[in-house]
């Protein structure tokens, strides 16, 4: 029998002496030793005496360890010892890390010195990130530090209070190297941390009862750990005596649905973290077309007419959701694009086309990096690749662009044909679609144009809600200027 990697158990008499201690490392041999003297920890020794039914205390020595410990009474209520349970501070920085790979996270004690940290720096260097006593005063429950770091690259630090429960156990910080989205984001981190470390102290719980006798009962509480562990939060240990064993799986079956919540709410904040990291970059999207107002409501047309014929193409959910998104963002690369070139009111020079070609690759080099944006990566990439291999940046052909590309390709040439351009007035839907029939087999894949076509009823209709009842008066069919010049770089 071997103990969840990483979790330190110990079981100490009334006296606070170590009756076993057990740190696990998985499929490795558990490391084993008793008989020491661990009545000095923090408040041990309180708990021990009666005077608390729980106590948490970090220990800085030979290896920082932050520990939850629970009293341990016989049958007749009688207090007999305790047993804690805890974690190394290094093994928990690793997994925020792992969690979080553009954050670092920084433990600190009451005195501001670092216990340990996942910046890329020895320990020879902590003692540059010490906190002075003026930032550890104004570090409260209602209000954090923002200090800015230079160790293991350039960052903004959060600096937090560490409590668990009632005890304070010193500072936490939280390094972010994005600057641009800390401002939005930093508070949502916070939360994040102490969810994600409050839930690790709960899991570590379910470890304690590996370290109980073999017995029938414990064997029934291991079995429960190991379905709980795979993700089973809905099972509970049946209680089939009532001496200590008894206590022990009732107090289990209790951490398991205080588990089940906390799971359900770090989800939900990590759901909420998800949708900020979009709405900052749905506000640079936006952001690009407040710098030309004849591009006004743009994304938003493209997303409706490229949903349309994706449905009729039969796409799934999931592909049509990667669509909505990269609808959006198609055109975020512009934002690198200079305004003479952007708002030019002319056919554009040689050079400037190329210039203007580069937005696609600019785009997806600012997405890149954001994991749950990875299937909108190529739609962005590819939306100005042709049929026939004559597109950008690529020259991608046929099936080699992505489906969802070749639908944006062509709900993009709809929308900038039949909208006002600085260089031309917008044009009718059926210019439009005859355009795009034009280009059947040259700039657009066959099969999107058909869907085009089915669904040509309810993009009239969009069009038409649009606008209003504003009557334009557009060139006839033959002038396909306009649109060719977008398919180039507009």
């Given at each position: ?11 100490v ?61 016989n ?34 004690d ?44 350039p ?30 984001t ?96 749905e506000?640079?999207a ?8 004849y ?79 990875d ?6 990439r ?11 940046p ?35 839907f ?61």
């Amino acid at each position: 029998m071997t103990v969840h990697p990483n979790v330190v158990i110990e079981a100490v008499d009334i006296s606070g002496r170590e009756i076993v201690g057990v740190v696990g490392h998985g499929a490795l041999a558990d490391a084993v030793t008793q008989n020491r003297d661990l009545s000095g920890w923090p408040g041990l020794s309180y708990m021990l005496s009666g005077g608390g039914t729980t106590v948490d205390l970090l220990t800085a020595a030979p290896r920082p360890a932050v520990f939850t410990g629970l009293p341990v009474r016989n049958a007749a209520g009688a207090l007999i010892g305790a047993i804690l349970i805890g974690d190394y501070l290094d093994d928990l920085a690793g997994a925020i890390k792992a969690s979080l790979p553009r954050d670092d996270i920084t433990f600190y004690d009451v005195n501001g010195q670092v216990l340990t940290t996942s910046l890329g720096i020895s320990p020879g260097q902590w003692s540059t990130l010490a906190l002075d006593g003026t930032t550890r005063g104004r570090v409260n429950p209602t209000s954090v530090v923002e200090l800015s770091r230079l160790a293991g690259g350039p960052g903004m630090e959060i600096v937090s209070p560490w409590t668990l429960r009632t005890a304070n156990l010193g500072y936490l910080g939280t390094v972010a190297s994005s600057a641009g989205l800390l401002a939005d984001t930093n508070q949502l981190r916070i939360i994040l941390v102490t969810l994600f470390l409050a839930g690790v102290l709960f899991t570590l719980a379910i470890g304690i009862w590996l370290a109980r006798r073999i017995t029938r009962p414990v064997h029934r509480l291991v079995e429960a750990t190991r379905l709980v562990s795979a993700g089973d939060l809905e099972h509970q240990a049946p209680v089939t005596t009532r001496d200590e064993i008894g206590e022990l799986t009732d107090s289990f079956n209790q951490m398991t649905r205080s588990l089940k919540e906390k799971s359900a709410s770090l989800r939900t904040t990590m759901t909420q973290l998800q949708d900020t990291y979009l709405m900052t970059i749905e506000a640079l999207a936006a952001a690009v077309e407040a710098r030309d107002p004849y591009t006004h409501g743009h994304t938003q047309r493209v997303e409706e007419y490229a949903v349309i014929m994706a449905k009729a193409l039969g796409s799934t959910e999931a592909e049509i959701s990667a669509l909505r998104r990269a609808s959006v963002l198609h055109d975020i690369g512009k934002i690198g694009i200079e305004d003479v070139i952007l708002r030019k009111q002319a056919r554009l020079e040689p050079d400037e086309a190329l210039r203007m070609q580069k937005h696609p690759v600019i785009g997806v080099d600012m997405l890149k990096g954001i994991d749950f944006l990875d299937p909108v990566l190529p739609l962005v990439r590819h939306h100005h690749e042709r049929w026939d291999g004559n597109g950008y940046p690529d020259q991608l052909r046929e099936d080699e662009i992505p489906m969802g590309a070749r639908i944006l390709a062509v709900a993009d040439a709809l929308d900038a044909m039949t909208s006002d351009r600085p260089y031309r007035a917008a044009r009718t839907f059926e210019y439009a679609k005859t355009e795009i029939l034009k280009g059947s087999a040259t700039h657009f894949d066959p099969e999107v144009v058909t869907a085009f076509i089915k669904s040509q009823r309810q993009i009239e209709d969009l069009l038409r809600a649009a606008a209003g009842e504003e009557m334009h008066h557009h060139p006839e069919a033959d002038d396909v200027g306009g649109w060719r010049l977008h398919v180039v770089g507009r």
